[in-house]
Nanobody, 124 residues
Framework: EVQLVESGGGTAQTGGSPTLSCVTT????????LGWFRQIPGQEREGIAI???????NYADSVKDRFTLLPDADKTVPDLQMNSLKAEDTGVYYC???????????????????WGQGTQVTVS
């Protein structure tokens, strides 16, 4: 069974640069897309930084040029380096291994692939 556990959330300052990490156990098929989703209060969960099965990274416009996936040969899901945090980045962040239907970002149903339990990031 695949399990994912996030770490690195908490309270961060506006303009801060925390990093979120994800530990994965179990086997994830290479065809899965790997990355990070977030759910902001009142909105649907959306993909913000995802790598496809070719290794190409896709970023949501809301985080492009501020957030970066950090590939690591020892990790299934890359860490997420967050820079220049804004108050509107507050939300629950999930690491995930999802099917190709979710590789392009946007909404991904929670029964697609495998998900961590989420970690809260609060920017103040």
């Amino acid at each position: 069974e695949v399990q994912l556990v996030e770490s690195g959330g908490g309270t961060a300052q506006t303009g801060g640069s925390p990093t979120l990490s994800c530990v994965t156990t179990g086997h994830v098929y290479t065809s899965y897309c790997l990355g990070w989703f977030r759910q902001i209060p009142g909105q649907e969960r959306e993909g913000i930084a995802i790598t496809d099965d070719t290794g190409r990274a896709n970023y949501a416009d809301s985080v492009k040029d501020r957030f970066t996936l950090l590939p690591d040969a020892d990790k299934t899901v890359p860490d997420l380096q967050m820079n220049s945090l804004k108050a509107e980045d507050t939300g629950v962040y999930y690491c995930a291994a999802v099917s190709r239907w979710c590789c392009g970002g946007g909404y991904c149903p929670p029964n697609d692939g495998f998900w961590g339990q989420g970690t809260q990031v609060t920017v103040s």
